[in-house]
């Protein structure tokens, strides 16, 4: 159900493929978190409950373990998950932060940047730049995720909105081809009303975060092997392989035919 693998290996650190072939379940038996880690999402769709706060996670987010912390996964679609978890020493962080980062269970959103640059990760042979990668990644998004966030409340509506939303991403994990119409009617709200929302919560246009997420879909095959451009294309609901090639080359600044040598691994 669950498989480990570890890619590489430095003073302080391990890259990790997490595999998990889990269907649709409630939620898994409580664990607690032994060490540090930084995990991104490659592909599938989880929610994760931690120390009572629960969130969804896709290809287009992150968020970090620490020691002590409880939690649970349960999978809302059939299929699973990929994910890469960066284990971390305590005295790697120490050398990093001069402290032992205090985060949130909240996700966060990963950058392109941020994105690629785990991709490159994961296909980097090189000792030296294995360690660079992972440097430049856990500093740039733990101190993002370590940031106190804005006092929004615990209103009614605040839950509200945030449930719409990961109700909107867990549709959009399922089919990335959704319409904003067609996911309003999934929902049962008007699309203004999900657009206005969605924007206001994840600070970006729906349709911006479909394509992030479809770009990451498409890398995610380029860097199994997949050959066919079209056949992505296709799959993922683009007009045409050119569309595809505009909307990666805007989220990961170079065209899929240049990044697929970069990326297979």
Known sequence: MLSKTVLAEG???????????????????????????????????????????????????????????????????????????????????LRLFADEPTVTPHPVFTTAFEDLAHRRLLAAADEHEIEEHVIALVAAVVRRIAVPRPALGRTAT?????????AARECLAADPRLSLVALAQR?????????????????????????????????ERLADGEPSLARIAADLGFADHAHLTRVVRAEAGAPPSRLRAQLVR
């Open 11 to 93: 003073p302080g650190f391990a890259v990790v493929d997490v595999r998990c072939t889990c269907g649709r379940e409630g939620w898994s038996p409580p664990e607690q978190s032994t060490g540090y880690a930084l995990v991104f999402v490659r592909s599938g769709c989880f929610r994760r409950m931690c120390d009572g706060v629960e969130s969804l996670l896709d290809s287009t987010a992150a968020y970090f373990e620490s020691p002590g912390h409880e939690q649970q996964v349960a999978h809302p679609h059939d299929g699973g998950d990929r994910c890469t978890a960066i284990e971390l020493e305590a005295d790697f962080l």
């Open 158 to 166: 605040t839950a509200l909105r945030r449930r719409i939303v990961d």
């Open 187 to 219: 929902l049962a709200i008007s699309p203004h009303h999900l657009s206005r929302v969605f924007a206001a919560e994840t600070g970006e246009t729906l349709s911006r975060y479909r394509n992030r997420l479809r770009a990451r879909i498409a890398l």
